[in-house]
């Protein structure tokens, strides 16, 4: 049993900034990539930021400069810090994982709920 629960989430003013987590927990061996996707309403979802076992990221285009990705491999944490928000970055923020449930170290990818955040001008 493996779940991705996201928080975080929430209105702010264009050009303010959050901070999205996301906790995996469950029976885990491993956890290789995670990141962050989102789905505007009428628009298909799209990755936003990536960041592998090692720490190494990338980000949309459309975010590089304002988002930050990071993780705590011993918390089986992720964080996405959103900064100078705009109107454009409103969506469904999910959390993704590729996780590892016992020693064959065969991955799968996981998925949390979601989160809404909405920028307002």
């Known amino acids: 049993q493996v779940q991705l629960v996201e928080s975080g989430g929430g209105l702010v003013q264009a050009g303010g900034s959050l901070r999205l987590f996301c906790a995996a927990s469950g029976t885990i061996l491993s956890i290789n990539d995670m990141g962050w996707y989102r789905q505007a309403p009428g628009k298909q979802r799209e990755l936003v930021a990536r960041?592998?076992?090692?720490?190494?990221?990338n980000y949309a285009d459309s975010v590089k400069g304002r988002f930050t990705i990071s993780r705590d491999n011993a918390k089986n944490t992720v964080y996405l810090q959103m900064n100078s928000l705009k109107p454009e970055d409103t969506a469904v923020y999910y959390c993704?994982?590729?996780?590892?449930?016992?020693?064959?170290?065969?991955?799968?990818?996981?998925w949390g709920q979601g989160t809404q955040v909405t920028v307002s001008s």
């Open positions: 993704n994982a590729e996780i590892a449930r016992d020693y064959r170290s065969v991955y799968y990818s996981y």
């Open positions: 960041i592998t076992s090692s720490s190494t990221t």
